[in-house]
C-alpha cells in the first residue's frame, strides 16, 4: 500500500505555575498544561497519529513518562525523533490535519506560528499542516477548563 493514515488524540489537565505549550509555542495564559515534558497536547496527538499510521505503537512506547530522561522534554525534539522513524521506514508526511480542542485562551492568534514551528520541525511545507481550533461549548472536562485536548490526523507516503 502507498498510503497509510492515523490519528492521534490527546488531553493534558491545566493546572497553574506551568507553561501553556501547543504546536511548540509557549501562548501567555494563566494556566498551563500537566504532564511528564511540556504536555503540548497538540504535538503529542500528531506523534500518535504518525506512530498509528504505520501501527508502531504510541509515544508512550517510545517516551514512557515513567523514564526521568524525558521530564521536561521539548515535544518537537521527540517530534523529531518520530518523524525520523518513520523515515527509516521508508515513509514520508503527505499532510496533517489537527484540532485543538479549548475554552480558552483564544488560539487563532497563535495558529500561523504552530503551523510554521511544525513545518519547520517536520520539513514540510506550512499548506501540509493543518490547525484548527475550536471550544467544547462548556461541555465536559474541556468545557469546564479542566484540560485542553488535540486530534490530529496524518497521511503518509512511501517515500
Known amino acids: 500500500m502507498a498510503i497509510r493514515i492515523g490519528n492521534g488524540y490527546d488531553i493534558h489537565r491545566l493546572v497553574g505555575d506551568r507553561p501553556l505549550i501547543l504546536g511548540g509555542v509557549k501562548i501567555d495564559h ?11 497536547v497538540l504535538t503529542h ?5 504518525m506512530l498509528g499510521a504505520l501501527s ?8 514512557p513518562p515513567t523514564d526521568p530522561q524525558w521530564a521536561g522534554a521539548d515535544s518537537l525534539k521527540l517530534l523529531e525523533q518520530v518523524h525520523a522513524l518513520i523515515q527509516s521506514q521508508g515513509w514520508q508526511i503527505g499532510n496533517i490535519d489537527s484540532v485543538i480542542v ?4 483564544k488560539l487563532k492568534p497563535h495558529i500561523k506560528t504552530m503551523r510554521d514551528r511544525l513545518a ?5 511545507a506550512p499548506d501540509q499542516i493543518g490547525i484548527k481550533a475550536t471550544t467544547n461549548e462548556k461541555l465536559g472536562p474541556v468545557g469546564r477548563e479542566e484540560g ?5 490526523v496524518a497521511l503518509l ?3
Open 45 to 49: 496527538a500528531i506523534m500518535d497519529a
Open 157 to 159: 507516503m512511501r517515500a
Open 102 to 105: 479549548a475554552e480558552r485562551p
Open 120 to 124: 519547520t520541525t517536520l520539513q514540510l
Open 30 to 40: 494563566e494556566l498551563g498544561l500537566l504532564g511528564h515534558s511540556d504536555a503540548d
Open 56 to 63: 508502531l505503537g504510541d509515544i508512550g512506547h517510545y517516551f
Open 148 to 152: 485542553i485536548a488535540a486530534y490530529a
